[in-house]
């Protein structure tokens, strides 16, 4: 791989040296995501391979190009699995897109957010260095906050080489609930049992119904049924694929509009917008597709505690993420200046003043 890692580094300097801009691209499965940026692509697919995999440490690490799909594949053989859930988007997605968009399937809620997940990472900035953070299991935390800076950084602070991540056993036994009832009864259903010992480990209201799903032992299982009640559905392991994956008939696009993720408390009540809406994670992260001005969307939320992001099908003339204040954008300017002077990496995908 030294041969690669030796054209990343030219393909780097030279863009640095002209100033011009570099658009990292793996498996191009989420290259909608974000404000548009330009530039010439610097394909990561050619850096491939699981480096280290060790079950029991609950640890692997891999090059960025490596697809999504063989490390999965590669922790069943072992009943060990990456706890939350990222999205794939397409068969051709890869560890560093992964990790770059910093997505988090419906397992988020019980289990943690991506970031939480990253262990270390190495990755070459905008001098065409190599840095490396963090370390591959968990008692080794030297630079560990730097790691999880490139969580959600859509590849702004530089290109990811080798990625080590936390993994975790399948559930035993898994079964999901369904119960019928309004979004008012659903949000408060939802608050009620996450202060309760119940193996929740996945939620989603839309339409009139709730649907929880259940991870663990036999009988655990069994006692939670027993005490939430509702109909039981089974494994219904397709139905939350959907959702993660965002093939859940809700997510078919709607003419003219984008698709709005909203990040609230679980505690927040009903939104007072007229939308089609799909809550999930407690009631804190909710989809909705609305006619509403974006401006009212996110004073509205912003005003429950919340911020908006207009996820997929964004109107590029609107901020795709929720502004930053002075104060957040400065940290966020001196970030990237420091991993990247030259401002060549992803140049104003998260904030187009940036």
């Known amino acids: 791989m030294e041969t690669v890692l030796q054209e990343f580094r030219e393909q780097i300097l030279t863009a640095s040296a002209a100033g011009t801009a570099i658009r990292i691209q793996g498996g191009a499965t989420k290259s909608w995501y974000g404000q548009l940026c330009e530039g010439e692509i610097l394909h990561t697919c050619g850096y491939t391979g699981v480096i280290a995999y060790e079950p029991t440490e609950l640890y692997i690490t891999a090059r960025a190009g490596t697809s999504l799909k063989e490390i999965d594949s590669l922790l069943a053989e072992y009943g060990q699995m990456?706890?939350?859930?990222?999205?794939?988007?397409?068969?051709?997605?890869?560890?560093?897109?992964?990790?770059?968009?910093?997505?988090?399937?419906?397992?988020?809620?019980?289990?943690?957010?991506?970031?939480?997940?990253?262990?270390?990472?190495?990755?070459?900035?905008?001098?065409?260095?190599?840095?490396?953070?963090?370390?591959?299991?968990?008692?080794?935390?030297?630079?560990?906050?730097?790691?999880?800076?490139?969580?959600?950084?859509?590849?702004?602070?530089?290109?990811?080489?080798?990625?080590?991540?936390?993994?975790?056993?399948?559930?035993?036994?898994?079964?999901?609930?369904?119960?019928?009832?309004?979004?008012?009864?659903?949000?408060?259903?939802?608050?009620?049992?996450?202060?309760?010992?119940?193996?929740?480990?996945?939620?989603?209201?839309?339409?009139?119904?709730?649907?929880?799903?259940?991870?663990?032992?036999?009988?655990?299982?069994?006692?939670?049924?027993?005490?939430?009640?509702?109909?039981?559905?089974?494994?219904?392991?397709?139905?939350?694929t959907s959702l993660r994956e965002q093939e859940h008939h809700f997510f078919t696009p709607e003419e003219g509009l984008a698709l709005l993720r909203l990040s609230l408390p679980p505690s927040a009540p009903e939104l007072k917008i007229r939308s089609k809406n799909l809550v999930e994670w407690g009631g804190a992260q909710r989809w909705i597709w609305t006619h509403e001005p974006l401006s009212i969307v996110r004073e509205t939320v912003q005003k429950m505690g919340g911020h908006v992001t207009q996820f997929r099908y964004a109107d590029q003339i609107q901020p795709v993420f929720t502004p930053l204040n002075p104060v957040q954008l400065k940290i966020h300017q001196e970030l990237k200046r420091a991993f990247d002077p030259a401002g060549i990496f992803n140049r104003g995908c998260l904030f187009a003043s940036a």
Do not use: C
């Open 82 to 240: 990456l706890a939350f859930e990222p999205p794939h988007f397409g068969v051709a997605a890869t560890v560093g897109g992964m990790v770059a968009a910093g997505l988090s399937g419906p397992r988020r809620a019980t289990s943690g957010a991506l970031r939480d997940f990253v262990l270390g990472v190495s990755s070459m900035n905008g001098r065409g260095e190599f840095l490396q953070f963090g370390g591959q299991v968990m008692k080794n935390v030297a630079g560990y906050d730097v790691s999880r800076l490139m969580a959600g950084s859509l590849g702004e602070l530089g290109l990811l080489l080798d990625i080590s991540l936390k993994v975790m056993p399948r559930p035993m036994h898994e079964t999901s609930l369904a119960f019928a009832m309004s979004e008012v009864d659903a949000l408060h259903a939802l608050n009620l049992w996450a202060g309760q010992a119940l193996p929740i480990s996945a939620s989603a209201y839309h339409a009139g119904r709730l649907t929880v799903r259940l991870s663990g032992s036999e009988s655990a299982l069994r006692l939670a049924r027993a005490k939430l009640g509702g109909q039981e559905l089974g494994d219904l392991q397709a139905f939350w």
